[in-house]
């Protein structure tokens, strides 16, 4: 057993006892609080201490503690079921899902070049882990895997150098933008967060808002416990000269818990209010990410590419284009004018269809899905104000069927355009408006099984891209 896979039991173990552990954590506080706190020292003090009983006081704690327990016990619970239910793993095409059972190769990686089984210290599965051979791709001597389509029938998308979308040798398939393969869970996650254990699986965009709601309703619960038992244990002490060692655990606990919470509270709010994920937070340091942007077909001439040491802070962000469908080079000896929709003598147009794309370097602090604090928590949290506090609706951000882009773009976008020349410069730039799809495409149209090979404006080499 390779090293991953025993940190995966382990992680998998821990995922589902620390839920329990919870429940029972909160089990004994409940206890604790209703029992020795309100029933045995605020109702019925002991007799012979002139200790008055406290009515009021005990039914407003027990109020209180029983209308904040639901309020992040429910979230967390639908937190718990989506991941059970819906946990935002990207879908596995028909093929691939078969191959993956038989324990064989994906079958379009048989003409997909060069195959590597992974190292046992990294990825070690029954399955051979084949890497999709960009450079072939790229040159048209080989089929790219199908699902092309989903990314340049968009008007934009998260991309390598090379203006191909981010590929995932782990599942073999293309990654919508800001998914991330999870080595947990051996599978690619939609705008995966992290993987949790206290919620016993990953935050991923199906379940961040109910994580958010549980982190924030647990902080105000575990302050409200932390001060309840603060007071009353200074309270106790001085009518009574002694303290109850339940109590004082009950205190440890809320203090715990209280200052863990509120720290991921803080954070995962701040990263909602930026629209970021943890895992993007790590990789903008380190990692050049390229965005391919559809261009305008009026546009008489391409713009002058950056040198490509000059990537991430040069004078443009433009380093190539890249047009789709992809196309067959053998056989083709003429050259892509920079208009895609090159006409014949009787003018037809000779491509249909094809759209270029230009491929732009983001800057290390540059984040493309940030609109703005309240856009960003809308998408979020949803449209109405009571979404925002029910664990019922998931976030609006879930509906990747726009024309844009799978998720809503921000300025960051109409910006790095601008610096590439590739729109009129703007002082203001707006939100940009969201269009829907006018007919959902089929995920794996034969298109682009068929219809491959390509051109690139500015360079060759095939790029990693792996994200
Ligand atoms: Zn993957």
Request: aromatic share 10%.
């Amino acid at each position: 057993m390779s090293s991953l896979e025993a940190q995966r039991k382990v992680n998998a173990g821990a995922s589902r006892l620390i839920p329990l552990l919870l429940f029972g954590i909160l089990g004994y506080c409940t206890w604790v609080l209703v029992d020795r706190v309100c029933i045995h020292y605020l109702l019925n003090p002991p007799s012979d201490l002139d200790i008055p009983r406290r009515t009021g006081a005990a039914i407003a704690i027990l109020i209180l503690y029983f209308v904040l327990l639901p309020l992040w016990a429910l979230p967390y619970i639908r937190t718990l079921q989506v991941i059970v239910t819906n946990p935002g793993f990207t879908e596995l095409r028909r093929d691939q899902e078969a191959d993956l059972e038989k324990g064989h190769q994906p079958s379009f990686l048989r003409s997909c070049g060069n195959t590597t089984i992974a190292d046992g210290q990294t990825e070690n599965d029954a399955i051979p882990k084949p890497a999709m051979d960009r450079a072939a791709v790229l040159a048209g001597t080989v089929n790219p895997p199908p699902g092309l389509d989903e990314f340049w029938t968009r008007d934009a998308f998260m991309c390598d150098r090379n203006g191909l979308p981010i590929f995932c040798n782990m599942c073999n398939n293309w990654k919508p933008d800001r998914t991330h393969h999870c080595s947990e869970v051996n599978r690619c996650v939609r705008r995966m967060d992290h993987f949790c254990p206290w919620a016993g699986g990953i935050i991923s965009e199906t379940n961040m808002k109910f994580f958010i709601q549980f982190l924030c309703y647990a902080t105000i619960f575990t302050a409200f416990l932390l001060i309840t038992m603060a007071v009353l244990i200074a309270d106790r002490r001085q009518k009574m000269g002694s303290i109850e060692v339940h109590w004082v655990v009950v205190l440890g606990l809320s203090a715990l818990f209280f200052l863990f919470g509120a720290g991921m509270a803080g954070n995962t709010v701040m990263q909602a209010l930026q629209n970021t994920t943890t895992v993007e937070k790590v990789h903008r340091g380190y990692r050049t990410d390229y965005i391919a942007v559809l261009i305008d077909p009026t546009m008489q001439q391409l713009p002058p590419a950056a040198p490509e040491s000059t990537w991430r802070d040069g004078p443009t962000p433009y380093v190539g284009s890249i047009v789709y469908p992809l196309r067959p080079s053998n056989g083709h000896s003429e050259t892509w004018n920079f208009n895609p929709a090159l006409r014949d003598q009787q003018g037809h147009e000779l491509y249909p269809n094809s759209r270029r794309f230009a491929v732009l370097c983001l800057a290390p602090s540059q984040n493309p899905w940030d609109i703005s604090p309240l856009r960003n928590m809308k998408s979020l949290m949803g449209e109405e104000i009571l979404d925002w506090f029910f664990p019922i609706k998931y976030s609006p951000y879930m509906v990747h069927d726009y024309q844009d882009g799978y998720y809503p773009f921000g300025a960051v976008l109409e910006r790095l355009k601008a610096d590439a020349g590739l729109t009129p410069a703007r002082a203001n730039i707006d939100q940009p408006h969201r269009r829907r799809r006018r007919r959902r495409r089929r995920r794996h149209s034969s298109r682009s099984r068929t219809a491959d090979g390509q051109e690139m404006e500015s360079r060759a080499e095939s790029g990693d891209g792996s994200h």
